[in-house]
């Protein structure tokens, strides 16, 4: 790798966090550059040494691969430029997560179809962390469809993006905590739902609630999965370890359950598990923590791109 | 009231969270003094204008009522011991809460047993906000106990206690979210269970999981409630509405979900419901919050002691 | 005082930080009323039971005083409404701090001309713990003028209102820290000349730079002060002590320096005081701390409305 | 570099901040290995994928340099082991700073001296920062010594160490700001002092301040500097641009003041000037952000050793 050129990357919507987190990790990657960076309102400034111009001005054609971090419903349009000049995509937005055109880029299954992909939908911070905790037991049929899944997720506020809204200011959300979309009404829920149908064949009930977390950064899902048979607390780390065995960006813990720590800077879903006591069905609760900005948004998408080129799949990351 | 001289008041345990507590809101009480505080290591130096006595140098026979904010395992001792001469006392400890000898002092359900009661023990902060939320629906035989009751709660640090363990440091909690107990392994289910068998009737599996927030104080309960039939977002709203009509100290909140903004420094729990959708069986997600040093502790014991004094239920109290 | 009807207190700007902290504390005053509040955007809406009104539409005879906490160059107008139909007036902007019209209302050195005025124009936040540590020294010809002042003096959020700026977002705030208005170019500096000039006689340099902190409440303020003779530690904890004797709201700590927990939720200056080391010609460092929306803001325009009112300085207030 | 082995490199003291930090960014490193890494309470335990030995136990002779990150007082010992052995060493605790044995790293103004050097004794994290805002200024000859230079530093609590202290409790910490060490008494004072007059030929008073954020990491100070003669904004900022022309890991700031985001997780500082303005003396204020943990402990260390080495200076680091 290091006897070829570096590989030319467009990065559009540069200034929100997510774009930024893209343009700090690939300031760090050993085979790519910065072809070019967009940003709307901050259009003129510097970013991590680059100049950043309106997407409308994108020179598409220099870059081999573009990321998109545009919002949801613009991004769409941008990428698909991209695409028009013959150029492939890794879209970070939710507009083709659920279309057939695009690959769904949760790496951990979908390795060869990423591979080959022109156009990767990368996963949505939420859905990344719950699917990789509830694929392995749903593959291996033991959820119990007759019980709901529940999941109860905090997310740090960059998961809601730079917009100055009232509610996200610091005032508000420091020494604060709440949830919000209860009661199955979050955007994430249709994109949950059909992935672990495709990748695990579930597709009983599940209960999806976000919360809002005074951290800037991390995803912890505490995820009550009921049990079709009983599983003990060493079976059930098992069943996590084989499901993994050699995933550089998983970690599987034995003794004690992830926390935020364990994940923010880092490409990594950490997931622990242990088995229910004081019930008299069999249920388990796994715990699964990524980076949003990272294994969620910007850490994936690079992971899925250096597939795409050929490259080692953490080259730039630290997992 | 203003005719009468004030109550002299006892306070066990002086120097922690809770016991720093109870003495900020007893200076701001209009029919109470403090007779004596006490604390150990701190004995000597002085709180909100009281000399800190070692505990067993406390004179108790001064107080008319002792409210002990001492450790777990250490606190029955010293409230036997004002009883022996006498006093009535408010135990904030977990040493009576599930013994006959003590009221269960969840005021809400308890007045007429507190009044008269010799000793309180005032119940634990994570029992407080489920109780509230779950009593009303158990009572009227809403809750389907073929599937479980699922808690997920939060709380902020002070809730841990004031001594110097490592993962409560500054550097490990900011920043980081993390579950600790689970598996239904945290010493407050069995008050949990206990009470609401007693008070609702309810006697079906529950899984309780808490989580270490980064705030000082605040706990929010977020409890999905599987139903034996359904209740649209409206109806269940009216039936919390209902249940706590005219009561003081609980906030049933129409329109929204409540945060812990909407309870800290206050002697409140606020309540939300929502409908749960996308899923084939009824269901509701209630959400309770407290501060975990007011509602979930030294409010509460006050509310209680008010009560047994015969003063007003909310003298000295915001809620 | 318990004989009197309540005197009817109207509230302009109810919905900042500094309005809602009004509100708060007027409700658990015992003496006084909430006669209106307003609001603009939030008009229509209920805050601690009062339903908010346009400025515009504000009944400003129903109050016997109104306490405005409008924005800086909007307060003055609606001040001047209340006062031509008689009203009395404490006004929290920076409207009339530099104006003959009003009195300044640093309680503690303005006592007589606060109840008798008509007008009282409430300090700002930075100069009220700045004046508060300077005076003494001032007054008695400590401050070595041939040296500057410096003043370095750190704010919580709360004190830039509740606009949602993009540098106020909780993903900005959190986990950073940063001077601004550096270089004496603060809005507050000439407020504080004058008042330190009038109230201590010193009129030498001053450098003033604030900071903001991830913090929602509280200003800490750092002042080097040189001297122009020497004042041991002991000699200059007993100055501060003897200038404040029998003061309720000040402070004076004399083994410890204070820090941000003295203060919040308290009507409160705590100051503490160092002879500096080291060096070669004498000065010490003082350390003011307030709540910036009590102290700061909403207590003080309290505390001067009881002395307007003929009340208990202190009610409703915890010093 | 890429055709020689990786050089082997011993940790002392990987288990606490800056020891973990060590160990991150030696794992990012591209041409260096741990050959082993120490830690006393948690020996026997993983970190970063090493099993961490007592000290007492370190393979010395396994590593052509080793890095010390053991507390002040022990430090020196085992630095001197390895040196007994014929080992380089550069040590981050304070035992060797004013010590002619060692050469003092601060990269910068001290390369030829660092790359020929046995012994570096790595700078403490607020000496890096005063100084390298302070140097240019000295070595002109610019600070009016007749009047003193005021520092007031802000650090995040990883500065102060992973022992559990209850002052250093998230819930003491939060919401919180003080000063410590007032009155010049900070253990870091001679440093700094002895390398302003070596360096920059500055022997007048200084007076050092350090406040205790709540954040994990990052400092920033605030220096007041009082000038000979006048210096607008621009011939400000110029000379700081000159001054560090080519360095990569110092950034002037043109436009703005530096935070603690501009360098957190970067072995950069930041530098920002302005020009005071309101007083009749000239003088400028110099605002200097690090990471403490980067720039201010281990990134300067890998920085020394790199070009101890002979590697690139920024090799396995962010500037």
């Known amino acids: 790798m290091n006897n070829h050129a570096p590989v030319p990357v467009g990065v559009l919507g540069a200034s929100g966090y997510v774009g930024q987190e893209l343009l700090r990790l690939l300031a760090g990657h050993p085979a790519v550059t910065v072809a070019f960076a967009t940003a709307e309102s901050a259009a003129g400034t510097e970013l991590e040494g680059h100049r950043l111009v309106h997407v409308a001005d994108a020179p598409m054609q220099r870059a081999e691969i573009v990321l998109s971090a545009l919002p949801h419903g613009v991004s769409g349009r941008y990428v698909n430029e991209a695409r028009a000049v013959g150029r492939r995509a890794v879209d970070l937005s939710a507009d083709f997560r659920l279309s057939p055109e695009a690959i769904y880029g949760l790496t951990e299954f979908a390795r060869p179809r990423v591979a080959a992909a022109e156009l990767v939908a990368n996963p949505g911070c939420y859905p990344t962390a719950a699917l990789l905790a509830l694929i392995p037991l749903a593959q291996r049929g033991l959820i119990d469809s007759s019980r709901e899944v529940i999941i109860d997720a905090a997310s740090g506020v960059t998961g809601a993006g730079r917009s100055p809204r009232p509610e996200l200011l610091f005032g508000e959300v420091a020494e604060d905590y709440r949830a919000y979309s209860a009661g199955n009404t979050h955007r994430h829920l249709p994109e949950l739902k059909a992935s672990l149908a495709r990748e695990g064949g579930y597709t009983g009930d599940l209960v999806f609630t976000p919360h809002l977390l005074p951290v800037k950064r991390g995803i912890l899902e505490t995820i009550h999965v009921p049990l079709t048979h009983p599983l003990d607390a060493g079976a059930a780390v098992e069943l996590f370890v084989t499901a993994y065995d050699g995933e550089p960006c998983v970690q599987v813990l034995r003794d004690r359950l992830p926390s935020l720590q364990d ?57």
Chains 1, 2, 3, 4 share one sequence.
């Open 263 to 319: 994940v923010v800077y880092r490409n990594r879903v950490a997931l622990g598990v242990v088995s229910v006591g004081e019930v008299s069905r069999p249920r388990v609760t796994v715990i699964a923590a990524i980076d949003n900005l990272v294994k969620g948004a910007a850490g994936q998408a690079i992971q899925n791109m250096n597939l795409m080129l050929g490259l080692p799949e953490t080259a730039g990351l630290v997992c």
